[in-house]
T-cell receptor, first 120, second 113 residues
Framework: GAVVSQHPSWVICKSGTSVKIECRSLDFQATTMFWYRQFPKQSLMLMATSNEGSKATYEQGVEKDKFLINHASLTLSTLTVTSAHPEDSSFYIC????????????????FGDGTRLSIL | GNSVTQMEGPVTLSEEAFLTINCTYTATGYPSLFWYVQYPGEGLQLLLKATKADDKGSNKGFEATYRKETTSFHLEKGSVQVSDSAVYFCALTLSGGYNKLIFGAGTRLAVHP
């Protein structure tokens, strides 16, 4: 149980293109989803927290207009990298917290398998 | 501020060796503690967790005990396998702020036959 699917797993595109990454909770409803960025051999950097039906909360230093997050349903959140450039190349990972588990801090996040984005 | 410090890797071991990956934390309040594992090219999988002092999390032969007095959550396994080769992340959450995870830098483990 508690499977999170992320799509696509790998995308290569030209500079200036906008890229959309989907994060779906397959067998549970997720009130909160998180988007992370990971550079090679480094830890995960939280980019933003999104709650269903409301605006995402971005971490300091993350450009809201660059990384558009939509959480339109309890099972889907999307991250759109707008006008992507080579410096946006990275591994992007989403995670989801299951609805009904409240905000109990012992409840784990369930992670997708990540999306490797390469901008040429 | 709140933070997690892990021992630097890579950690290289022979199969069946004993593993310890150190993790200490700084937190205001009473965090929950987690170990996540990341296999090459994949996302993170929860390995184990502990939600209060003296709790022991365990899974797949891995163990970690929440030590409040030393603010530590060291990961151990008695006999590692080649399939355990991965990056291990120690993390914490605190109440409020949607319980964001705060990760350590990660420790790469390489197990050789």
């Amino acid at each position: 149980g508690a499977v999170v699917s992320q799509h696509p797993s790998w995308v290569i595109c030209k500079s200036g293109t906008s890229v959309k990454i989907e994060c779906r909770s397959l067998d549970f409803q997720a009130t909160t989803m998180f988007w992370y960025r990971q550079f090679p051999k480094q830890s995960l950097m939280l980019m933003a927290t999104s709650n269903e039906g409301s605006k995402a909360t971005y971490e300091q230093g993350v450009e809201k207009d660059k990384f558009l997050i939509n959480h339109a349903s309890l099972t889907l959140s999307t991250l759109t990298v707008t006008s992507a450039h080579p410096e946006d190349s990275s591994f992007y990972i989403c995670s989801a917290r299951q609805r009904g588990t409240g905000y109990g801090i012992g409840q784990p996040q369930h992670f997708g398998d990540g999306t490797r984005l390469s901008i040429l | 501020g709140n933070s997690v410090t892990q021992m630097e890797g890579p950690v290289t071991l022979s199969e069946e060796a004993f593993l310890t990956i150190n993790c200490t934390y700084t937190a205001t309040g009473y965090p929950s503690l987690f170990w996540y594992v990341q296999y090459p090219g994949e996302g993170l999988q929860l390995l184990l967790k502990a939600t209060k002092a003296d709790d022991k999390g365990s899974n797949k032969g891995f163990e970690a005990t929440y030590r409040k007095e030393t603010t530590s959550f060291h990961l151990e396994k008695g006999s590692v396998q080649v399939s355990d080769s991965a990056v291990y992340f120690c993390a914490l959450t605190l109440s409020g702020g949607y319980n964001k995870l705060i990760f350590g830098a990660g420790t790469r483990l390489a197990v050789h036959p």
